[in-house]
């Protein structure tokens, strides 16, 4: 029998999964053949209703080329728009990837790193994604301004063109 808890955590999962089909403009049914599974019990899987595994997860990730892991980071998180942002570059899969390498180089090691340098470490690295972010926003800010001359002063010139002469 599943406690209140269990049901927002089964809602978040499902919210997510929903939306990412709808941002893959997948229809229920689709999804549901290519989980192997009547059109009903996707349903229900998706209403949050539905018994949601691992692999169902996987599957659906497979099925919809998400990342699965940004699925179930969605219940600690409390976002399953976390998911959906997640989908395309594979943010949640790329950083549970470089901790598992990062235990396998380290192994028993691993406990020896405090927890101020892993906060250090992980605030460094997310302000340099934050930075990217701006920059990449910024670039296209500047592109846009040093061509938006060019392209009024071809506008302008057309009208010149085509004004008639006295």
Same mark, same amino acid.
Request: proline residues 4%; contains cysteine; charged residues 30%.
């Given at each position: ?9 089964? #809602? @978040? ?7 990412? +089909? ?17 059109? +009903? ?8 209703? #539905? ?6 997860? *996987? ?13 179930? @980071?969605?219940?600690? @998180? ?11 570059? !594979? ?29 250090? /470490? ?6 340099? @994604? ?9 670039? /296209?800010?500047? $592109?846009? !301004?040093?061509?938006?001359?060019? *392209?009024?002063? /071809?506008?302008? /010139?057309?009208?010149? +063109? $085509?004004?008639?002469?006295?």
């Amino acid at each position: 029998m599943r406690n209140e808890q269990d049901e927002i955590n089964a #809602g @978040l999962v499902a919210a997510a999964m929903r939306n990412i +089909r709808l941002a893959r403009r997948m229809r229920p049914s689709e999804l549901a053949r290519e989980l192997n599974m009547p059109l +009903r019990t996707y349903e229900h899987l998706e209403a949050g209703r #539905g018994k949601i595994t691992y692999e169902k997860i *996987v599957r659906f990730a497979e099925a919809t080329n998400s990342d699965p892991v940004a699925i179930l @980071l969605s219940i600690p @998180l409390k976002s399953d728009a976390f998911a959906v942002r997640c989908a395309d570059n !594979k943010l949640a899969t790329i950083l549970t990837i470089a901790l598992g390498e990062l235990n396998e180089e380290l192994g028993d090691d691993i406990e020896f790193l405090e927890a101020g340098t892993l906060i250090g /470490a992980f605030t460094r690295v997310t302000k340099d @994604l934050k930075a990217h972010v701006a920059n990449r926003d910024l670039f /296209a800010e500047n $592109w846009l !301004k040093e061509h938006s001359p060019k *392209v009024d002063g /071809a506008r302008h /010139a057309s009208r010149q +063109r $085509w004004r008639l002469k006295p």
